[in-house]
């Protein structure tokens, strides 16, 4: 039995509490065909499980909120079960897709069973194929999902062998024995959190520069409660997501940021705010500085650490400025608050909360958690995380990965949300909606689109 961070719990929670939300990520890869068979496609996930025990693995609930949530192995796991095939409805393209990725994204996962599902999608022009890859956000973050290709598929035309499986499932503890070890890791809570304050204090100097910084990066984040300028990008949403995408070249993104001296991080966040500023003048809205507060997740990983199966992220809350007409200005705008968030020490204040809650009973962080969703909140708009993804081709039983778009979750009357993703020279956004409210989701897309070209143009006479 292997305890949840509070981090990743908090992603069970948050759908516990919010009826609304359905907080699987995804991705999906369009391959060369032809599509494998089913029982082909079956064996060739089996033959990896080894290498991803989480994939063997269901939540268990602690009675009370003793403490988070566990995993504990499930010795029932049917790979069939896990392996869903569908067809897009004809004649196969974009729309068609989308549609279907957003169809099986509003539903919700089985926490019966291990928290994954790949789903085989047929149908597609020239006899190409899809994957959807949805693993619940409480099994992965962006850095570790996206590892998920390079552990489950391979690197070149030529497919692995099936790695050796001598997996023995571990007995499941009981109600009296999950509770009982709930008790004693209770009783432990007192002498870890004093240990780790003993080694804060041993280290004065290092205390004193944790406390200011910390200092800083509290007094930044409660800026964020401050509530947004009132628009239509937020409000109450249903069970039901809208989905679509546009790709731009990876190249034409780093020629804008060696141009204008930003990141490519930078870059994406400009053409998303582009993308807003589009959608808010489309619905006859007058885009204001402080319209648009976006969550971006910061990933906290050290060199080494891709592969491992959890949340390690932290998080920034700046506003997208899309009140700035000029693309460059914009871009410009958006390095300016990233540089001036990372400096403030927002990350570094919400890494120490997460690393806290580790020190703290469960029930009091469960309690904050449900107490968060019971208030509506006014302070966010949108979800926007970009994640590198392979550099060099995937392969799926020999057939060669074309493309890969990102799917992010949304939820708390977060309307829209951006992932982005590159892979080759393809850099990808995928864009989510709420069924109900984001009916106009393309002209999101659009916008993003449209936000990038400008910069390519502004970068070539530049």
Same mark, same amino acid.
């Given at each position: 039995?292997?305890?949840?961070?509070?981090?990743?719990?908090?992603?069970?929670?948050?759908?516990?509490? %919010?009826?609304?939300?359905?907080?699987?990520?995804? #991705?999906?890869? &369009?391959?060369?065909?032809?599509?494998?068979? $089913?029982?082909?496609?079956?064996?060739?996930?089996?033959?990896?499980?080894?290498?991803?025990?989480?994939?063997?693995?269901?939540?268990?609930?602690?009675?009370? %909120?003793?403490?988070?949530?566990?995993?504990?192995?499930?010795?029932?796991?049917?790979?069939?079960? $896990?392996?869903?095939?569908?067809?897009?409805?004809?004649?196969?393209?974009?729309?068609?897709?989308?549609?279907?990725?957003?169809?099986?994204?509003?539903?919700?996962?089985?926490?019966?069973?291990?928290?994954?599902?790949?789903?085989?999608?047929?149908?597609?022009?020239?006899?190409?194929?899809?994957?959807?890859?949805?693993?619940? $956000?409480?099994?992965?973050?962006?850095?570790?999902?996206?590892?998920?290709?390079?552990?489950?598929?391979?690197? /070149?035309?030529?497919?692995?062998?099936?790695?050796?499986?001598?997996?023995?499932?571990?007995?499941?503890?009981?109600?009296?024995?999950?509770?009982?070890?709930?008790?004693?890791?209770?009783?432990?809570?007192?002498?870890?959190?004093?240990?780790?304050?003993?080694?804060?204090?041993?280290?004065?100097?290092?205390?004193?520069?944790? @406390? &200011?910084?910390?200092?800083?990066?509290?007094?930044?984040?409660? #800026?964020?409660?401050?509530?947004?300028?009132?628009?239509?990008?937020?409000?109450?949403?249903?069970?039901?997501?809208?989905?679509?995408?546009?790709?731009?070249?990876?190249?034409?993104?780093?020629?804008?940021?060696?141009?204008?001296?930003?990141?490519?991080?930078?870059?994406?966040?400009?053409?998303?705010?582009?993308?807003?500023?589009?959608?808010?003048?489309?619905?006859?809205?007058?885009?204001? @500085?402080?319209?648009?507060?976006?969550?971006?997740?910061?990933?906290?990983?050290? #060199?080494?650490?891709? /592969?491992?199966?959890?949340?390690?992220?932290?998080?920034?809350?700046?506003?997208?400025?899309?009140?700035?007409?000029?693309?460059?200005?914009?871009?410009?705008?958006?390095?300016?608050?990233?540089?001036?968030?990372?400096?403030?020490?927002?990350?570094?204040?919400? /890494?120490?909360?997460?690393?806290?809650?580790?020190?703290?009973?469960?029930?009091?962080?469960?309690?904050?958690?449900?107490?968060?969703?019971?208030?509506?909140?006014?302070?966010?708009?949108?979800?926007?995380?970009?994640?590198?993804?392979?550099?060099?081709?995937?392969?799926?039983?020999?057939?060669?990965?074309?493309?890969?778009?990102?799917?992010?979750?949304?939820?708390?009357?977060?309307?829209?949300?951006?992932?982005?993703?590159?892979?080759?020279?393809?850099?990808?956004?995928?864009?989510?909606?709420?069924?109900?409210?984001?009916?106009?989701?393309?002209?999101?897309?659009?916008?993003?689109?449209?936000?990038?070209?400008?910069?390519?143009?502004?970068?070539?006479?530049?």
């Amino acid at each position: 039995m292997e305890q949840m961070t509070p981090l990743s719990a908090s992603f069970l929670q948050i759908e516990d509490e %919010d009826r609304t939300a359905t907080l699987a990520i995804a #991705s999906i890869a &369009v391959f060369e065909g032809p599509a494998p068979d $089913h029982e082909e496609f079956v064996a060739f996930i089996t033959g990896r499980l080894p290498l991803v025990p989480r994939f063997r693995q269901k939540v268990r609930q602690v009675p009370f %909120d003793l403490a988070a949530p566990a995993w504990v192995d499930d010795p029932d796991t049917d790979v069939g079960w $896990h392996v869903r095939r569908t067809a897009v409805a004809p004649p196969g393209g974009p729309d068609e897709l989308d549609a279907l990725i957003g169809r099986v994204m509003s539903q919700r996962m089985d926490r019966r069973r291990p928290l994954w599902e790949y789903w085989v999608v047929e149908g597609l022009p020239d006899g190409q194929w899809a994957i959807i890859q949805k693993v619940h $956000h409480c099994v992965v973050d962006g850095v570790s999902g996206t590892e998920l290709y390079h552990v489950v598929f391979d690197s /070149s035309p030529e497919p692995r062998a099936p790695v050796a499986d001598d997996w023995v499932p571990a007995p499941a503890p009981g109600l009296l024995g999950i509770t009982a070890q709930a008790v004693r890791d209770l009783a432990a809570v007192p002498g870890a959190a004093a240990r780790a304050a003993g080694a804060l204090l041993s280290a004065p100097r290092e205390l004193a520069e944790l @406390a &200011v910084q910390t200092g800083r990066g509290a007094l930044t984040l409660g #800026s964020a409660l401050r509530p947004v300028a009132s628009s239509t990008l937020y409000g109450p949403i249903g069970r039901q997501r809208r989905y679509t995408a546009t790709t731009v070249s990876l190249s034409d993104v780093r020629a804008i940021k060696s141009a204008f001296g930003s990141t490519v991080n930078d870059v994406a966040l400009a053409a998303v705010s582009g993308g807003f500023r589009a959608l808010l003048l489309s619905r006859g809205e007058v885009p204001d @500085a402080t319209t648009v507060r976006t969550l971006v997740p910061v990933s906290l990983r050290q #060199s080494g650490e891709e /592969s491992i199966l959890d949340n390690r992220i932290s998080m920034l809350l700046p506003y997208l400025p899309v009140d700035v007409v000029d693309p460059v200005a914009r871009l410009r705008e958006v390095r300016r608050r990233i540089l001036d968030a990372a400096m403030s020490g927002e990350v570094e204040f919400a /890494s120490r909360l997460t690393v806290m809650a580790r020190y703290e009973p469960f029930l009091p962080v469960a309690l904050g958690v449900r107490l968060a969703f019971h208030v509506p909140q006014r302070q966010l708009v949108t979800v926007t995380t970009n994640v590198p993804g392979p550099r060099t081709p995937v392969y799926a039983l020999g057939r060669r990965c074309l493309s890969i778009t990102p799917y992010v979750p949304i939820a708390n009357r977060m309307r829209f949300g951006v992932a982005m993703f590159s892979y080759l020279d393809h850099f990808a956004f995928g864009v989510t909606g709420d069924f109900d409210s984001a009916a106009d989701i393309d002209v999101l897309a659009d916008g993003i689109a449209d936000s990038v070209a400008e910069l390519v143009e502004e970068a070539g006479e530049h």
